[in-house]
């Protein structure tokens, strides 16, 4: 992986720091939308039930995903496929009274002597969601840097919010085999922890990306044993265990050209409602970002919402930035191949998926894209390059999920004759 890039003087490849205000609470949503796709829901749950903050609502199959619950007193509004939507009531006896049972039934997780899978169950009850934070690795490192350029969260989570990382450490350390944890900081960075050490990188985007922190902290490119985690899973796990709470919140950054702040917000917060709170006015031609400017998605539509990973939400205003034409075609310029820190070919990666090639670019190592988002930024013929490296990715994942399904054969009925192929199987088993 290339560590020097031939950027653009522009401030927007500049990781921020020097951010230390302390987070704003974000506003008391009347609508929240929470993910439901692969949940199940609780029993009882169900369109017009009356709910209240932290009451579980949905649980997920999966032991490294965090069980879904209401982040305010509510009424259950729709329930389709997706999502499940809350419209915020004047509670009732019963409701608070609920809520302050919640409230009673704290759980200690610094006292609990649960280690690993074990913590890793308790902790997915209380909605945090412990892929990362559980790694089979011997070394872990906390990557301690502002994921895309414009967010600012990651100074202020580590200057003051100290309880909740030592805590967030603390039962860290319980969860993760890796007998050795770093916090990765920008090198302008001058912090110093008692009990973690600490590694200086460079604060020049793209060096945020997990597999360039790992370089710039190892030395090395994939190294064996290595693993790392987001400083904002770190920041949920201590905000959990210092309240012994249900996690019902994220920290992300509102930002536009004029206007940027950090705010603690509850999850499933719609857009619309969080950028009213900031002041912030979207225009007809701007464009509605969720997550990071570089690596975060554009919407459509402003009840969309925010879940506990979220990191940011952005309005990029009309005209900063020359919009994307997905039917524009490839110029072979190669400005994408000279920014790729992955030394990859993002013109081929992005052609291959737009005429559905996809197995063509499992030989162009589509797998190592880090998906920073450089090359559609640099893109002079404004692909959507990153989208379609993405749907590639999506669409081969599919097709290797589906080879791992075992083909179904009917059931014979009493009587009828058994395939030639069963047959010789049983009778080489005799």
């Not at 990781?15 to 949503?29: K, N």
Request: net charge neutral.
């Amino acid at each position: 992986m290339k560590e020097l890039f031939q950027m653009l003087n522009d401030p927007r490849f500049h990781l921020l720091y020097g951010v230390t205000q302390r987070f704003s609470t974000g506003p008391e949503p009347q609508l929240v939308r929470l993910n439901r796709e692969g949940f199940k829901l609780v029993e009882g749950v169900t369109k017009k039930t009356l709910v209240h903050p932290r009451m579980r609502l949905a649980v997920h199959p999966s032991p490294l995903k965090g069980d879904a619950f209401s982040p305010i007193f509510g009424r259950i509004s729709e329930i389709n496929e997706r999502s499940i939507f809350v419209e915020a009531v004047e509670p009732n006896e019963e409701q608070r009274l609920a809520a302050e049972a919640v409230e009673k039934d704290k759980v200690d997780l610094l006292a609990l002597p649960e280690r690993g899978a074990e913590l890793g169950k308790i902790l997915k009850g209380l909605g945090l969601n412990t892929r990362s934070l559980g790694q089979d690795c011997k070394t872990l490192i906390i990557n301690g840097l502002n994921p895309d350029p414009g967010v600012t969260w990651a100074e202020p989570m580590l200057l003051t919010h100290l309880d909740n990382l030592k805590a967030g450490l603390e039962v860290l350390r319980r969860l993760s085999p890796a007998e050795k944890i770093l916090l990765a900081v920008p090198k302008e960075m001058r912090l110093h922890y008692h009990d973690i050490e600490v590694a200086h990188v460079p604060s020049q985007y793209p060096a945020s990306v997990n597999a360039l922190v790992v370089k710039a902290v190892t030395g090395k490119e994939n190294p064996e044993g290595v693993g790392i985690v987001g400083l904002h899973n770190v920041w949920s796990l201590g905000r959990v265990a210092r309240t012994g709470l249900p996690l019902i919140e994220t920290v992300l950054t509102i930002g536009s050209f004029e206007h940027s702040g950090n705010y603690i917000v509850k999850e499933g917060s719609t857009i619309g409602e969080l950028l009213h709170f900031a002041n912030i006015e979207l225009k007809n031609g701007d464009t509605l970002v969720r997550g990071g400017p570089l690596r975060g998605e554009s919407l459509d539509r402003l009840d969309r919402s925010v879940t506990k990973g979220s990191t940011g939400v952005f309005v990029v205003e009309a005209g900063t930035i020359p919009p994307m034409q997905g039917h524009s075609p490839c110029i072979n310029c190669g400005a994408c191949v000279l920014i790729c820190p992955a030394r990859l070919s993002p013109s081929f990666l992005s052609r291959y998926a737009e005429f559905a090639l996809h197995e063509r670019n499992r030989a162009e190592h589509i797998e190592c894209c880090l998906e920073c988002g450089l090359c559609g930024y640099v893109c002079i013929a404004r692909r959507p390059v990153l989208q379609y490296i993405r749907l590639s990715k999506h669409k081969l994942a599919q097709a290797d999920a589906a080879a791992k399904l075992q083909e179904l054969r009917p059931v014979p009925a009493e009587g009828a004759a058994v395939p030639e192929a069963a047959t010789a199987a049983k009778q080489g088993g005799e």
